[in-house]
């Protein structure tokens, strides 16, 4: 199983990126995909996630913000991010679990990642 993340990079406060986790070696519609971040020096925290039948979940802070989306047929799941603070800036990382309830949770057990996406927030 192999989750790449991309899309990450320098932006501006208040600008916008648009990550994306390409998915191979499973059964993509079967699997709840998540995003998370880990800052420097932090913990690493849920960002958002969206189950196979596409029901999703966001960190309260980050709502009105983020979006996620998926594209089962292209095994893909994006993240929309906008108006963007430096608070965000984080390595950001998606991972896949097994959807055995069609909805998703930030705190599963997710056993597949990806190798993470650097995001600065910077002027």
């Known amino acids: 199983v192999q989750l790449q993340a991309s899309g990450g990079g320098l932006v501006q406060p208040g600008g916008s990126l648009r990550l994306s986790c390409a998915a191979s070696?499973?059964?993509?519609?079967?699997?709840?995909i998540g995003w998370f971040r880990q800052a420097p020096g932090k913990e690493r925290e849920g960002v958002s996630c969206?189950?196979?039948?596409?029901?999703?979940n966001l960190l309260d802070s980050e709502k009105g913000r983020f979006t996620i989306s998926r594209d089962n047929a292209r095994k893909t799941v994006s993240l929309q991010m906008r108006s963007l603070k430096p608070e965000d800036t984080a390595v950001y990382y998606c991972?896949?679990?097994?959807?055995?309830?069609?909805?998703?949770?930030?705190?599963?057990?997710?056993?597949?990642w990806g190798q993470g996406t650097l995001v600065t927030v910077s002027s």
């Open positions: 070696g499973l059964s993509f519609g079967d699997y709840t």
């Open positions: 991972a896949a679990v097994y959807d055995y309830s069609g909805s998703c949770s930030l705190h599963a057990e997710y056993g597949y």
């Open positions: 969206i189950s196979s039948n596409g029901r999703t």
